[in-house]
């Protein structure tokens, strides 16, 4: 009877374990919480320890940051964030996301406003004075956005003319580069603070188009395919990264091994195909994570 007593503690001891694992393992999965260990000091720590994060991305941008009926912003930016605060084993529910424009971007990562910023965020070597860059997890290419029926925009050049209005967003690489082929910059260049308001511009005759990168613009179309259009190639290259605070190089090579993990294990491909991959852009390759 000893015997039979003690096979059945034993046994049911192990079924406890099995089932504790298995609990374990079912918490985990989806919600990025359950038991995560970090180097003591580190960021990735800290936020483990405070079980909340906040993360910058655009709130005005389709498929890549743009509130949804849930209130929340929802698009690619936001997918490859979440896969980051996955790894850090904080629950989706606990992140608190913050406008963040193109203007603040650099400025909310330096003043502590986020711990992040994901917000198609191109990597450059001016932001790189103030900010530090996670990636690229991204490549677009800047593109410009005309009205349905025009025929005279084909491409940048068509701006050299001095006759043509074209609008970007304060703060941003396309604002820049397109002043490139800009004949009065003063007179042709028009800027706002979002680029929704340029859309809306280009709609009521105030521009003749938007610059800034096609996937974005690509959002634009499918939401109104009877107004808009792309005119030409694309005439840059813009990789998107993860913007982390300048001095902090063990968190930004937690990014980047979460990225390339992403790439690997097929989470980053589906998160491009639930969200920017439903307007008809192409994901493409991976692209080589810059650990400078």
């Not at 003043?111 to 996670?134: M, P, Q, S, W």
């Not at 307007?279 to 390759?285: D, I, V």
């Amino acid at each position: 009877m000893r015997m039979k007593r003690v096979a059945a503690v034993a046994a049911a001891a192990t079924l406890a374990l099995g089932l504790a694992a298995c609990g374990g393992d079912d918490a985990d999965e989806g919600t990025g919480s359950g038991s995560k260990s970090f180097a003591a000091g580190s960021t990735m720590e800290k936020l483990n320890k405070a079980q909340k994060i906040k993360i910058g991305t655009k709130f005005d941008q389709p498929g890549f940051g743009q509130k949804g009926l849930s209130g929340k912003p929802e698009g690619f930016d936001v997918e490859v964030a979440k896969l980051i605060v996955k790894e850090l084993g904080i629950p989706e529910d606990k992140i608190e996301y913050v406008e963040t424009p193109s203007k603040v971007r650099e400025d909310a990562i330096v003043n502590g406003t986020v711990d992040l910023v994901a917000a198609t965020y191109t990597i450059n070597d001016k932001r790189k004075e103030r900010i530090a860059f996670a990636g690229p997890y991204y490549e677009a290419g800047q593109n410009i956005l005309v009205k349905k029926d025009d025929t005279t925009i084909t491409g940048p050049d068509s701006f050299k003319d001095g006759t043509k209005k074209v609008c970007s967003v304060t703060g941003s690489t396309p604002a820049e580069e397109i002043k490139k082929y800009i004949k009065d910059v003063g007179t042709q260049l028009v800027l706002f603070d979002t680029y929704p308001k340029c859309r809306d511009a280009l709609k009521g005759g105030q521009v003749d188009a938007v610059t800034t990168d096609n996937v974005i613009l690509l959002g634009y179309i499918a939401e109104d395919e009877a107004s808009f259009k792309l005119a030409g190639d694309n005439f840059t290259k813009e990789p998107y990264g993860i913007g982390v605070k300048k001095e902090d190089n063990d968190f930004r090579t937690f990014v980047n091994d979460t990225l390339e993990k992403a790439f690997n294990d097929g989470s980053w491909k589906k998160a491009w195909d639930d969200t920017a991959g439903k307007f008809g852009a192409e994901l493409g390759s991976a692209p080589t994570i810059n650990r400078y």
